[in-house]
């Protein structure tokens, strides 16, 4: 089991950019599969972004590609995501989540261990 803590959102206005982290803890986190997640209010968690343990394969989310970046830095045992042209429709709590040496998936039930979350809203 690994610890993940989030960090990094806050209020931005429409087409602004931000980055969020999540800081990990924990033994082999090099071999976690790292995911990015957000609930909007009011409705159900869905998948943002994965980086692949083994790989560094990024999967995103259609309607996310190309305005949000995810990376990691084992060194620093850190995933990061990166976004950029931020719209209202993005204002969720983020949510980064691990998954021990596998490869992904983009349902809450692939992964195993969950951060507190973090609030990102967007205003027009």
């Known amino acids: 089991q690994v610890q993940l803590v989030e960090s990094g959102g806050g209020l931005v206005q429409a087409g602004d950019s931000l980055r969020l982290s999540c800081a990990g803890s924990?033994?082999?986190?090099?071999?976690?599969?790292l995911a990015w997640f957000r609930q909007p209010p009011g409705i159900q968690r869905t998948f943002v972004a994965s980086?692949?343990?083994?790989?560094?394969?990024?999967v995103y989310a259609d309607s996310l590609k190309g305005r949000f970046t995810i990376s990691r830095d084992n060194a620093k045992r850190m995933v990061f995501l990166q976004m950029d042209n931020l719209q209202p429709e993005d204002t969720a709590v983020y949510y980064c989540?691990?998954?021990?040496?596998?490869?992904?998936?983009?349902?809450?039930?692939?992964?195993?261990?969950w951060g507190q979350g973090t609030q990102v809203t967007v205003s027009s």
């Open positions: 989540a691990a998954q021990l040496s596998g490869d992904g998936g983009m349902g809450t039930e692939d992964y195993a261990d």
């Open positions: 924990g033994w082999f986190f090099n071999r976690y599969t």
């Open positions: 980086i692949h343990w083994r790989n560094d394969t990024a």
